[in-house]
């Protein structure tokens, strides 16, 4: 091989080598600009009407594709079978009112204003989520449930 050869043999090579930079360099630029422009915000879907400048919580908060809905309580006169079964629904509504559903949950947070209600709660709660619930916390509260509600209950679920 002569001189000639080789220079424009490594002229090549370096050439190559300086497309394949300029090409990862620049992949991992748009990559990043496009991860930056994809990032998830925090959307409130429905806040409490109030008579306050800054309301306390919002009703609804959708990141992503996750949806958090605030807890919903019973306040009216009735045993706990009643009280959960119109918790259930209002979430039920929440969920479907911004794009999700009950089987689409992945986490209940259960209050209940006295533990001995956790047998009916269970009763009117089994299978309102489908045929996979989501994990589930429930706790007696000390001082009961704001509302003089016999439970409450908040989520959060996914959205398609």
Do not use: W
Request: aromatic share 6%; charged share 25%; hydrophobic share 35%.
């Amino acid at each position: 091989m002569n001189n000639l050869n080789i220079k424009t043999s490594r002229r090549s090579s370096i050439k190559k080598m300086g497309m394949v930079l300029i090409g990862a360099f620049g992949l991992g630029m748009t990559n990043k600009a496009i991860a930056k422009e994809s990032k998830p915000k925090k959307e409130v879907l429905d806040s409490p009407k109030n008579e306050q400048d800054i309301p306390l919580f919002s009703g609804a908060v959708r990141h992503g594709n996750t949806l958090y809905i605030a807890g919903k309580g019973a306040h009216f006169e009735g045993d706990i079978k009643a009280h959960t079964d119109h918790v259930l629904k209002e979430l039920q509504k929440e969920l479907e009112r911004n794009g999700s559903s009950m089987e689409q949950v992945l986490k209940v947070n259960v209050y209940l204003h006295d533990l001995e209600d956790y047998k009916g709660m269970n009763e009117v709660y089994r299978g309102r989520f489908g045929k996979n619930p989501p994990v589930r916390t429930t706790v007696a509260t000390y001082g009961g449930v704001p509302g003089k509600s016999l439970v409450e209950m908040d989520c959060i679920a996914a959205i398609d």
